[in-house]
């Protein structure tokens, strides 16, 4: 019998790993054990509900206004104790967050196989995002599984000298997750809880922008120029209307409702679940957006994404066609954003492309993966 113990901690993880944890459930000869470090506990629970994932180990490592070597000294000594205690054959982190870091860390002390789901993302740029870049570099140094989303993941590993043996091109699973909750909105079984009346963009009278900004580095002024941007979009397309959910750092509260609070066509939120998320992309025309998901989902439904950060890790969308990087310049992203308004065959070439990040059997290829490790 394998042991893995997954360890998450923030929303994107429990999306991203949700169908991974499902795909380890229904295999025989694995038990799986689920750790959160509860590094972003709000957004959090949301998502582990959605997909009906239970928490076997919740560390609540989150404080108000905590800092990240805080954060990195408290999940070290807490995923640590629990590596103990189970002693697994595999730690399986996602991504590039503290906590991914922190598990393949754990493990390595532990002298415990490590795997890193989303491994060979790379920026080329240690600052940017930040911290993220780093510690998705770090997790990979730290893991004998490497399982990249894409070909160029794969290239960015190699270069660095990663055994070729230890790598698998496996797509994305944040694909997995979209089209198992799109299918269920489809049918019916899952009913998102929209912030406003969608039925109003059933036609071409009203259409829809999605707006998300939460990342480190814009907090100098990016995110100004980014509630500028919409401000100005909103004023020069009466019928466009805008939807905000703000993230819930202090700094993007108070710079988004100061500059569009008021704003006649935009509506600010609270972050919604990944279920309402979802239903959003569905029925948006556009989206800005600094994540890094959105960039890797949005093409499977058919929206166009500008990218409002100076560089990406996702270079396949940009090469692809499916996402356009904009930075945070205000006057680049009124520009881009216009003619994709206005311009029906601008618009139609992003839509239309292939989503580079595959086509929801990455979970299957990962749990493959592991299997064949330990045979």
Do not use: W
């Amino acid at each position: 019998m394998i042991k893995v113990m997954t360890v998450l901690g923030t929303r994107p993880e429990a999306i991203k790993l949700a169908p991974v944890l499902d795909e380890l459930s229904r295999r025989q000869g694995i038990r799986s054990v689920l750790c959160s470090s509860g590094q972003h506990l709000e957004m959090l629970t949301g998502a582990l509900e959605v997909f009906d994932v239970e928490v076997d180990y919740d560390l609540g490592l989150m404080e108000e206004s905590q800092s990240l070597s805080g954060l990195t000294a408290r999940a070290i000594r807490g995923i640590s104790q629990k590596i103990e205690a189970e002693n697994p054959d595999l730690v399986l982190v996602q991504g590039d967050t503290t906590t991914a870091f922190v598990g393949a860390l754990a493990g390595f002390y532990n002298r415990t196989t490590v795997g890193h789901v989303e491994a060979g993302l790379r920026s080329g740029d240690r600052s940017n995002p930040f911290p993220e870049e780093i510690n998705r570099r770090l997790a990979d140094s730290l893991s004998d599984l490497l399982f990249a989303p894409t070909e160029g993941a794969k290239v960015n590993l190699e270069r660095e000298d990663f055994p070729e043996t230890s790598i698998s091109v496996t797509g994305n699973t944040v694909i997995d997750a979209l089209l198992r909750i799109d299918g269920a909105i489809d049918r019916g079984d899952l009913r998102p809880d929209y912030p406003i009346d969608v039925t109003q963009f059933d036609d071409e009278k009203r259409k829809l922008l999605l707006v998300t900004a939460h990342r480190r580095e814009s907090l100098d002024g990016g995110i100004t120029r980014i509630a500028r941007a919409i401000k100005q979009l909103v004023h020069g397309f009466p019928e466009l209307e805008v939807v905000f959910p703000v993230h819930l750092n202090p700094r993007v509260q108070e710079v988004v409702h100061e500059i569009l609070e008021n704003e006649e066509g935009v509506t600010l939120v609270e972050p919604v679940d990944y279920l309402t998320f979802i239903g959003l992309m569905r029925v948006a025309d556009l989206i800005v957006t600094d994540s890094g998901g959105i960039q890797e989902e949005a093409p499977s439904l058919g929206v166009p994404v500008l990218v409002a950060r100076e560089r990406t890790e996702r270079p396949e969308a940009i090469e692809a066609g499916t996402a356009k990087l904009v930075g945070t310049d205000t006057e680049r992203i009124v520009s881009e954003a216009s003619n994709l308004l206005s311009n029906r065959d601008s618009y139609e070439e992003m839509a239309n492309r292939v989503n580079p990040f595959g086509t929801g059997e990455a979970s299957e290829k990962i749990v493959d993966g592991i299997l064949a490790y330990f045979d």
